[in-house]
């Protein structure tokens, strides 16, 4: 088992940038069992995104999107990636971990409650929805991928900044959800890189939950942290 679970803030990047960048480290985790397992943390420039599904529906007029369009091995309908939005793209390896993705995704709404609350934001989970809630509103989308039973892709946190880029489409397939921000609940404005390290210190502390050791160093080009 590998003895560091590894963060990295990259600021704001595009979304094939960052794509290629979890192809290869997942690829490397696939042929390197010890490799760490790293937590990518970022923002996009605007960009949605939408599962691979047969069902369409949540894109309404894909055509006339102000932004362009992926489809992704991620699990999930459209949502909107952009600038003020926290991006969290954990590589882990769950088959140091019971291969239990349920357990997994259950970490990852957790972490996100846990960090909100920080905020003073008292967060929940939904029944039967994936995700982190206020009341009816919704504040963190979680979509992930899984191959060889590593991770790649994960949740999306809003910060601040503008949400109105959500209204060209039905987030998560969801009908009349409000989508709601940090700003938007505290009236404060925060950074994503500083909302990021509170993330990562939270994981580094529920970490284990999900494998049995392990420790976190951040490999930016920042100094090194540890927690």
């Known amino acids: 088992m590998n003895e ?3 963060w990295r803030w990259l600021g704001r990047m595009n979304f ?6 979890q192809e290869e480290l997942v ?3 696939r042929e390197n069992r010890n490799a760490a397992d790293e937590f990518l943390l970022l923002e996009h420039e605007p960009v949605y995104t939408i599962g691979r599904t047969p069902d369409q529906s949540s894109l309404v007029d894909a055509a006339h999107l102000p932004h362009p369009l992926f489809a992704i091995n991620r699990g999930g309908q459209a949502t909107y990636h952009g600038p003020g939005q926290l991006i969290g793209y954990p590589i882990i ?3 140091r971990c019971g291969q239990d993705l349920h357990r997994y995704l259950r970490w990852l709404e957790k972490l996100l409650i846990k960090a909100l609350a920080i905020y003073e934001i008292s967060a929940k989970t939904r029944l039967g929805l994936t995700g982190v809630w206020i009341e009816n509103r919704k504040i963190a989308s979680i979509g992930v991928g899984v191959r060889h039973w590593i991770t790649m892709h994960g949740f999306a946190l809003n910060v601040c900044g503008d ?3 959500f209204d060209r489409i039905i987030p998560c397939g969801i009908q009349d959800v409000t989508m709601t921000s940090i700003e938007k609940e505290t009236g404060t404005i925060f ?3 500083e909302v990021g390290r509170r993330v990562a210190e939270i994981a580094f502390h529920t970490i284990a939950n999900l494998t049995t050791e392990g420790s976190l160093i951040q490999i930016s080009g920042s ?5």
Request: proline residues 8%; charged residues 25%.
């Open 93 to 95: 390896d769950l088959r």
């Open 4 to 6: 560091t679970f590894a």
């Open 223 to 227: 100094p090194i942290t540890h927690f």
């Open 16 to 21: 094939q940038e960052t794509l290629a960048l």
């Open 27 to 29: 690829a490397k985790k």
């Open 191 to 193: 950074s994503s890189e």
């Open 163 to 165: 949400l109105t880029p």
